[in-house]
């Protein structure tokens, strides 16, 4: 599975950015999802989205974050409203999927999300 990341930038707080990521190969059944890092932390969960639609969102982002995929060649989008500071970090895009019972992940290059207050 390849990741094709875009989007990110710098906006103020109260403000939006829209980051997408294309996956490309054996992309079926996938689970498409945002991560994001600081530097110095581990990298954490922002959403994810399963190939069914079920999502699943950090408590953080909440009301603010919303995630969604379509396409064969599925795209997966995060729309990210109401930016704070914290929100902050380089975004990774994942892949994820399940052969068996053995977990394989997939990541994007990162793209930095940059909010000022």
């Known amino acids: 599975v390849q990741l094709q990341a875009s989007g990110g930038g710098l906006a103020q707080a109260g403000g939006s950015l829209r980051l997408s990521c294309t996956a490309s190969?054996?992309?079926?059944?996938?689970?498409l999802g945002w991560y994001r890092q600081d530097p110095g932390k581990q990298r954490e969960l922002v959403a994810t989205?399963?190939?069914?639609?079920?999502?699943n969102y950090a408590d953080s982002v909440k009301g603010r974050f919303t995630i969604s995929r379509d396409g064969a060649e599925p795209t997966v989008y995060l729309q990210m409203n109401n930016l704070k500071p914290e929100d902050t970090a380089v975004y990774y895009c994942?892949?994820?999927?399940?052969?068996?019972?053995?977990?394989?992940?997939?990541w994007g290059q990162g793209t930095q999300v940059t909010v000022s207050s």
């Open positions: 994942n892949a994820h999927r399940v052969i068996v019972t053995t977990p394989y992940d997939y």
């Open positions: 190969g054996s992309t079926f059944r996938i689970t």
């Open positions: 989205i399963t190939s069914g639609g079920q999502i």
